[in-house]
């Protein structure tokens, strides 16, 4: 068995430890070897290091709450580490590019355009109905997306389906609802 090797037994069995009996001692030795990496990993990526300390800090913090959810046959301690710091990395930009609310303006605002309003309120309907109309799955998946503000990421968590699956189930919907309002 070679170094590579041993320390990916290593690490396993840390994360067994930390599934099977919260070993602090064990999180300890995962943290201080992989939370620098990791911030590393997303300055390298773009992110500024306050942003990248803060992942890096809910990283570590998903390996000790979802600990259970390692499968050693399925890819290494470093892999799964990594990928969650990609998704969240992913997700915390997804939320930085959402338009912020316009301001507010102060005093009495004209009426608008009553054509406008008819229109607006048309489209409204046929959205509605369009949404109504989608497959139960998609339509549930677009209902958290959208009118819950949900990540991909944290829908994954609530429904237990694949990341995978949710992005091609919301691209599926998205494309049905844009050829509805047309």
């Known amino acids: 068995m070679n170094d590579n090797d041993a320390k990916r037994m290593l690490w396993v069995s840390h994360m067994v430890r930390i599934r099977d009996t919260q070993d602090q001692a064990a999180f300890k030795e995962l943290f201080e070897h992989f939370a620098p990496r990791v911030k590393g990993f997303l300055i390298k990526s773009g992110a500024d290091a306050s942003l990248a300390e803060e992942c890096a800090q809910e990283v570590m913090?998903?390996?000790?709450?979802?600990?259970h959810m390692f499968d050693p046959a399925r890819a290494s301690v470093a892999t799964w580490i990594f990928t969650i710091a990609r998704n969240r990395k992913i997700d915390v930009l997804r939320k930085q590019r959402r338009p912020e609310p316009e301001d507010l303006g102060w005093g009495p605002e004209e009426d608008p355009d009553q054509a406008d309003v008819m229109a607006l309120q048309q489209?409204?309907?046929?959205?509605?109905r369009a949404i109504e109309d989608l497959p139960p799955a998609q339509r549930e998946l677009i209902q958290r997306a959208y009118f819950g503000d949900l990540s991909h990421s944290e829908i994954a968590e609530?429904?237990?389906?694949?990341?995978g699956t949710i992005k091609s189930r919301l691209r599926l919907a998205l494309e049905r609802l844009r050829h509805a309002m047309k």
């Open 61 to 67: 913090a998903t390996c000790w709450h979802k600990a």
């Open 123 to 128: 489209d409204c309907e046929q959205l509605g």
């Open 158 to 163: 609530q429904t237990g389906l694949p990341l």
